[in-house]
């Protein structure tokens, strides 16, 4: 495993940030949530962000939240599934599928929310807990996870878990379906 | 739209012009004089730009004397209201993503012919296990046409066009087709089986069901713990016993039969060798491997 700074590894996949602040505005549009400002790359830290108003109930919060989780590992298998079938069938690969591959993998390493989504969240879940809102209970342990993953990104986590959704997992679907 | 007076150098200004400056209301000028001037800085919050809750924050329309409604702090008309709920995602997001679904049917599109050449392999293989070689070889070159990029369809092609020469009982032409694959494979046990059994079933050709005989006692001597040697050597009993009706081999068939292990059955039935060897041992006919499936119906047997 070697070290490569974050701006770095935003800059090469920078389709996977742009999806995943994508996949927050997405959220706040479904739950009606104004969006003050909005940048989906940049050169900087954060390479992304979306401003957007206090969500009004934990549903919401949890949505724009969790959002990316969603939409960019199912973006990441989406885009890469041509690749993977390709690979998997043809046992060859061309610059399209590369190309694709190379999109899916990005979205897909980008999937988990960063420290300030779960950090927010967090604090919106313990309130609602406490009120027992089954939902912001069940999240916990999910909050757990994904700051694990976040710390584990040092060893290329995130980039493990967009290759296995992204490659393993549609290859062991053609292999079973096919 | 509401106004409000500095208080350091008492001119009207539009309220949203001036700042909560360290506790008073200051025009721009004079809360950046009171920044330079402050001795111990200052923090956040100590400047806080003032908003006319009569004026849109966002697009700057006035609105009199009527006072807006606040999202996020900020007076926002009910238009703005609306975009900022219902932000919309710019054109370049849209159109790079509309692009990138298009490459990706494109890519799924151009390599169908993939999906193709494996369903017809995957026909090709279930007519191999019914035995139906000639379609399975059919099939696999199908295969081949459609991904030429792919080595395996073609090897296969030609290896069940060698098996169903086999099962026509033409084992010389399929005998240079398998030791070709030897290269390829040369440790496959399959492969090595198909090749004793052409060469067996072209020795019967040639020299008759004794020399045949021979060849296979001698492989079963040299390889007594291979199965598939003890079902060749009860096929070639059978085949003797076919020719000369004398008792003996049908005893040494018969006798290999009930004790013959599954293993043979499971790894050398590809050419039905079992069924034929009970067969020919009743009969004294031998029959080929296709004779054989056409007059017994293999599929409806098989399946039972």
Known sequence: MFFIPGYVVATLTFPGVIVHEAAHMLFCKLRGVAVFDVCFFRSGNPSGYVVHEPPKDFLSAFLISIGPLFVNSLLCVFFCFPSSFTEKLGGRSDFLSGFLFWVGVSIGMHAFPSDLDVGNLWDQAKVAASRFNPLAIISFPLIVAICIANLLSVVWFDYFYGAFIGVYLPQQLLERLI | ?304
């Open chain 2, 1 to 304: 739209m509401r106004h409000a007076v500095c208080e350091s150098c008492g001119q009207e200004y539009p309220s949203k012009e001036t700042f909560a400056a360290f506790g008073r209301t200051l025009c721009k000028p004079c809360a950046e004089a009171a920044v330079n001037g402050s001795q111990q800085g200052f923090n956040a919050g100590d400047i806080v730009r003032n908003t006319d809750p009569t004026v849109c924050e966002w697009c700057g329309a006035d609105f009199g004397d009527s006072e807006l409604n606040r999202l996020g702090n900020a007076p926002t008309c009910e238009p703005c209201e609306h975009f900022l709920r219902h932000r919309p995602f710019p054109r370049w997001i849209k159109v790079s993503f509309a692009v990138l679904v298009a490459l990706a049917a494109l890519s799924l599109l151009k390599n169908y012919r993939f999906l193709e050449a494996r369903m017809k392999s995957k026909e090709g293989q279930a007519a191999f296990y019914d035995g139906d070689f000639a379609i399975a070889a059919k099939r696999l070159r199908e295969a081949a046409a459609r991904a030429p990029e792919s080595p395996n369809y073609g090897f296969q092609a030609e290896f069940y066009k060698a098996v169903s020469l086999m099962a026509a009982d033409k084992p010389q032409d399929a005998l240079p087709l398998l030791v070709n694959f030897q290269s390829e494979a040369p440790n496959e046990p399959t492969l090595q089986r198909l090749i004793f059994s052409a060469q067996l079933d072209a020795e019967f050709q040639e020299y008759g069901s004794e020399s045949m005989l021979k060849m296979a006692e001698l492989h079963f001597d040299e390889s007594p713990a291979d199965a598939s040697a003890e079902t060749a050597l009860a096929w070639a009993n059978a085949c003797r016993y076919a020719e000369t009706g004398q008792d003996q081999y049908h005893a040494a068939a018969a006798k290999i039969l009930q004790n013959g292990r599954d293993e043979a059955r499971s790894q050398h039935d590809l050419l039905a060798y079992g069924p034929r060897t009970v067969y020919c041992l009743k009969t004294r006919e031998r029959l080929s491997q296709s004779q054989f499936w056409r007059r017994f119906s293999p599929k409806s047997e098989r399946k039972d």
